[in-house]
T-cell receptor, first 113, second 119 residues
Framework: DAGVTQSPTHLIKTRGQQVTLRCSPK?????VSWYQQALGQGPQFIFQ???????QRGNFPDRFSGHQFPNYSSELNVNALLLGDSALYLC????????????FGPGTRLTVT | AQKVTQAQTEISVVEKEDVTLDCVYE???????LFWYKQPPSGELVFLIR??????QNEISGRYSWNFQKSTSSFNFTITASQVVDSAVYFC????????????????FGKGTKLTVNP
């Protein structure tokens, strides 16, 4: 049973560029949440997708957007990258109604130079 | 709004010592879940325990134990006879049930406590 997978593992981008991160949820899960973890901080909730719609959003600007596909996988897009966007981006999946059981992927380390 | 505070930024112990990681939470909701996660250097968050707000029984799992006290809004984590492999960053988190509009509830994390166990 495959767990949550994320790609790529590491990414280096330049300020102003755009980036797309990908997440495949654990088998049987239908909800994907994205978190940003800056160095030395706890993960911060970005947004969550269920039934291909954004259901909740944290305190992040519109430069952060996402998408969920019919197979429940998800993408996180960040436009106009800033140095402050450098972080570990974590994806978590869960099953609706059991939102307290969230499984995390290994994360994507994004470095903006 | 929900908030989780982990006042200890870093803790360093010698192997076999017992260590307690503190967690204090804030929420006005009566139904919520509390969690502890371990994050090794690889970065992946490893689930350790979940406790709902109606279950104040302490739990023990091997060398790990958790003390949940609603009266003080605390959910502390103790490692007995620590080992080098316990070195990691530990996060306490909170989720409130029933706040999502479809989908699932978001997790609110503390800033984490970095535990170093020296041989």
């Amino acid at each position: 049973d495959a767990g949550v997978t994320q790609s790529p593992t590491h990414l280096i981008k330049t300020r102003g560029q755009q980036v797309t991160l990908r997440c495949s949820p654990k088998s049987g899960h239908d909800t994907v949440s994205w978190y940003q973890q800056a160095l030395g901080q706890g993960p911060q909730f970005i947004f969550q997708y269920y039934e291909e719609e954004e259901r909740q959003r944290g305190n992040f600007p519109d430069r952060f957007s996402g998408h969920q596909f019919p197979n429940y996988s998800s993408e996180l897009n960040v436009n106009a990258l800033l140095l402050g966007d450098s972080a570990l981006y974590l994806c978590a999946s869960s099953l609706v109604g059991l939102g307290y059981e969230q499984y995390f992927g290994p994360g994507t380390r994004l470095t903006v130079t | 709004a929900q908030k989780v505070t982990q006042a200890q930024t870093e803790i360093s112990v010698v192997e076999k010592e017992d260590v307690t990681l503190d967690c204090v939470y804030e929420t006005r909701d009566t139904t919520y879940y509390l969690f502890w996660y371990k994050q090794p250097p690889s970065g992946e968050l490893v689930f350790l325990i979940r406790r709902n707000s109606f279950d104040e029984q302490n739990e023990i799992s091997g060398r790990y134990s958790w003390n949940f006290q609603k009266s003080t809004s605390s959910f502390n984590f103790t490692i007995t006879a620590s080992q080098v492999v316990d070195s990691a960053v530990y996060f306490c988190a909170l989720t409130v049930v029933g706040r999502s509009q479809g989908g699932s509830e978001k997790l609110v994390f503390g800033k984490g406590t970095k535990l170093t166990v020296n041989p």
